[in-house]
């Protein structure tokens, strides 16, 4: 049962490198989300996608890249990474209906 | 300007006695209500839920309340482990959001005392 799985669990970038986080769902959800942790601020919501072919921006996008070509992958492209990035980055999925969402471990990030 | 909003960052409480974690809401468009726990280097877990047509769910140990009119849920834990000791999260969602999309607060630690 591995639910929703992100790669890499840590990763150090330098400021203005670019990465990609990959995320993975074995549960046939159509909506898949990217979610970032900050101290004291909760999650908050990247980008997200309804299906396939299918993505919108969430309460803070920028400089973030979403693409969503299959429904078991949703991959996140930092494009120019910047220290205001570090944070814990999460990963979910959930059916038509919800309202339950399932949640990867986690990407910590820092960038120095 | 944040929608949901727990107000107490730490919460300590011993073992065997009940837990309160509180949780506001700001909109109200919101018609579901979730609880998430969190360890350290883990994801958030999904707990509890609660529709906003409803004013309690109860799930074991774990019992939500909402009262729609103060805009405002908690969780009550009874009686409270050591292992219950995590981050808690209340989120919220609507229905007329596409993707299940979530509202976080900003989180209560739970501390239970052996």
């Known amino acids: 049962n591995a639910g929703v799985t992100q790669t890499p669990k840590f990763q150090v970038l330098k400021t203005g490198q670019s990465m990609t986080l990959q995320c993975a769902q074995d549960?046939?959800?159509?909506?898949m989300s990217w979610y970032r942790q900050d101290p004291g601020m909760g999650l908050r919501l990247i980008h997200y996608?309804?299906?396939?072919?299918?993505?919108d921006q969430g309460e803070v996008p920028n400089g973030y890249n979403v693409s969503r070509s299959t429904t078991e992958d949703f991959p996140l492209r930092l494009l120019s990474a910047a220290p205001s990035q570090t944070s814990v980055y999460f990963c979910a999925s959930s059916a038509v209906g919800g309202p339950e969402a399932f949640f990867g471990q986690g990407t910590r990030l820092t960038v120095v | 300007d944040q929608q949901v909003k727990q107000n107490s960052p730490s919460l300590s409480v011993q073992e065997g006695r009940i837990s309160i974690l509180n949780c506001d809401y700001t909109n109200s468009m919101f018609d579901y209500f979730l609880w998430y726990k969190k360890y350290p280097a883990e994801g958030p877990t999904f707990l509890i839920s609660i529709s906003s047509i409803k004013d309690k769910n109860e799930d074991g140990r774990f019992t939500v309340f909402l009262n729609k009119s103060a805009k405002h849920l908690s969780l009550h834990i009874v009686p409270s482990q050591p292992g219950d000791s995590a981050v808690y999260f209340c989120a919220a969602g609507s229905v007329s959001l596409a993707g299940n999309m979530l509202t976080f607060g900003g989180g209560t630690r739970l501390m239970v005392k052996p």
């Open positions: 996608s309804v299906g396939a072919g299918i993505t």
């Open positions: 549960m046939n959800h159509e909506y």
